[in-house]
């Protein structure tokens, strides 16, 4: 169901969604942020333990190790990150249906490209990068 807007929407009206839209900004990137805290941690983990592991030539096997860990919390931050991004994509088209077009989300370009990095952080570990 798709209602067009009207030609010309009160100067309140306009400010509202663009309140909004800017709210809806602001939540995609806390969790832009929350992710990549998420993706680096795993990733400084990885990288810091191994080298840790090498040093001191510890062989000692643990049920999860510094790896699997690290490729939790990465895969956890990709996963919250494309979640978030849904939902931002849907609260925007909801916003346009409603009131017609709005600006472009920069926050959703910054999240597509930090879930690229978080991608290819998630494969350098599992291929022991």
Request: hydrophobic share 50%; charged share 15%.
């Amino acid at each position: 169901m798709t209602t067009t807007a009207p030609a010309e929407l009160p100067a309140a009206t306009k400010l509202a969604v663009d309140r909004t839209r800017l709210a809806y900004e602001r939540t995609l990137m806390a969790w832009v942020r929350t992710s990549a805290s998420m993706i680096s941690f795993g990733f400084t983990i990885y990288k810091g333990l191994q080298y840790l592991r090498d040093e001191t030539k510890d062989q000692v096997q643990h049920v999860i190790g510094p790896r699997e860990f690290a490729m939790g919390l990465i895969a956890v931050g990709v996963i919250a990150l494309g979640l978030a991004s849904l939902e931002h994509r849907y609260n925007l088209n909801q916003l346009r249906q409603e009131y017609g077009p709005i600006r472009p989300s920069v926050a959703a370009v910054v999240a597509f490209l930090l879930s690229i990095l978080g991608v290819l952080s998630l494969i350098a570990v599992a291929l022991h990068l």
